[in-house]
């Protein structure tokens, strides 16, 4: 899927995949922070708006009739999204599932984008002048991280609004430890450390999972890109790799369509399972 | 690769965007699908209760269908009844009339041999008395014998 002949032109390996792994960046400020991945950012709200675009289309739509294709697609991913959050969270709660469809739907589609073809789109930016473009949001740890850490706030709010704030600081000293007297004091910094390695824990799996795997897909797409890097008619190994080369990504593209789909819905499970933790009482 | 303002932006959209479904996404599509599986529901019950009305309907027919076969059958057999009534009824008129005709009949045929007798009673006596006055060659006076005569009658 990936040809990239002339990609060649600007001087081996190193170079092409140090080439597709540079996001388009605008740096706003002087230093590493004030810096915005441009690519990133524009394919994310691209992706945001279509999905927006669509579903409330589809709730605009929606009535107690008989549902369309459209509808009945959007109604089954809603119900099955709901009907899992059902399972694990026994409250009653106006932000788990939605947010549950927004983070499965979101995370695949930024996902999906690791299967168009690795230089299509970097190509037809290079066309219209742009030096960089990487198109998977997902495969740039910004975005996960931002989405973790949203996901780690709401856990924080979700957990203050359904305990009262009373009971959401008690517990950071007297969970998991419960104790009474002397031993509660003693025991209090303990569990106060506890809890906070568990929630700083939190987003920087959340993130580093979703992002390793996306960034390790990438990676072995522009590898297998590679194996023709630099090919030409007048070569005879172009007609050994151009084949290879075809099987390898055909074999990855099919494995990564699960690893896409079953990343995104991680994101959404655990996302779920710790905003239901949240609302526990110890 | 770093960490940079990237973060922010990528964290907020996401968090618009979560905001955006959970108001005007959400809670249209639950509203509609949850008034769907009402609207179904009800239409399973008033299926159920249809069914029910039409067996009670159909139980109702047939019972119906029972009796009036039943009420044909009885109205069948008092007509017969009445029929073979009235066959009797005319059968004994005719009898009776019979008895009363072939009565008059027998009444009359008596009264005719009764006054032919008295007839033939009259008539024997007159020849007799004829012949007593041609024996006896004398005028009978008949107002003198009235009496003697009417006795003869009787007696014959």
Do not use: C
Not at chain 1, 150 to 178: S, W
Not at chain 1, 206 to 227: D, T
Request: glycine residues 6%; hydrophobic residues 55%.
């Amino acid at each position: 899927m990936a040809e990239s002949a002339e990609q060649a032109a600007g001087g081996g390996m190193t170079e092409y995949i140090h080439h597709h792994l540079h996001n388009l960046q605008w740096h706003v400020g002087s230093g590493v922070f004030p810096v915005i991945n441009i690519d990133t950012v524009a394919v994310t709200l691209l992706l945001m708006a279509v999905f927006l675009g669509a579903f409330i289309t589809a709730a605009r739509r929606a009535n107690a009739g008989v549902p369309g294709r459209f509808q009945a697609f959007v109604e089954m991913v809603v119900v099955g999204v709901d009907e899992l959050v059902r399972e694990t969270f026994h409250g009653s709660s106006k932000l788990i599932a939605p947010l549950s469809l927004t983070i499965f739907v979101l995370v695949f589609m930024m996902n999906f984008m690791d299967l168009v073809p690795v230089d299509l789109l970097p190509w037809l930016g290079r066309a219209s002048g742009l030096p960089y473009l990487r198109v998977v949001p997902t495969a740039d740890l910004n975005t996960t991280l931002g989405m973790a850490l949203t996901v780690f706030l709401l856990i924080q709010y979700f957990g203050l609004k359904h305990k009262g704030p009373r009971l959401f600081f008690k517990e950071m000293f007297t969970a998991p430890f419960h104790a009474h007297g002397f031993m509660a004091i003693v025991l209090a910094p303990i569990n106060l450390l506890l809890r906070l390695i568990e929630e700083a824990v939190r987003p920087v799996s959340l993130s580093l999972r979703l992002f390793g795997n996306m960034y390790a897909g990438e990676l072995i797409f522009i590898l297998i890109a590679v194996m023709s890097l630099g090919a030409g008619l007048a070569h005879g190994m172009t007609y050994v790799m151009g084949p290879i080369q075809g099987m390898a990504d055909f074999v990855w593209t099919v494995f990564h369509i699960l690893i896409i789909t079953l990343q995104a819905f991680i994101f959404m499970m655990l996302t779920v399972v710790y905003l239901s933790m949240a609302a526990e009482h110890h | 690769m770093n960490i940079n303002l990237t973060l922010i932006i990528q964290g907020l959209a996401f968090f618009a965007t979560v905001l955006l479904v959970m108001k005007y996404g959400w809670p249209p599509i639950m509203a509609a699908i949850e008034d769907r599986q009402k609207k179904i529901a009800e239409g399973l019950v008033a299926a159920e209760r249809a069914r029910a009305e039409l067996q009670d309907a159909d139980a109702r027919v047939a019972v119906e269908i029972r009796q009036a076969r039943q009420q044909a059958a009885e109205i069948i057999d008092r007509a017969q009844q009445q029929a073979n009534q009235m066959l009797d009824q005319a059968r004994e008129d005719t009898l009776a009339e019979l008895g009363r005709l072939k009565a008059a009949a027998q009444a009359d045929i008596a009264s005719m041999a009764q006054r032919a007798r008295e007839d033939l009673r009259d008539q024997v006596a007159k020849l007799a008395v004829q012949g007593a006055a041609k024996i006896l060659q004398r005028e009978i006076d008949p107002a003198a014998h009235r009496a003697l005569l009417d006795q003869l009658a009787t007696e014959i």
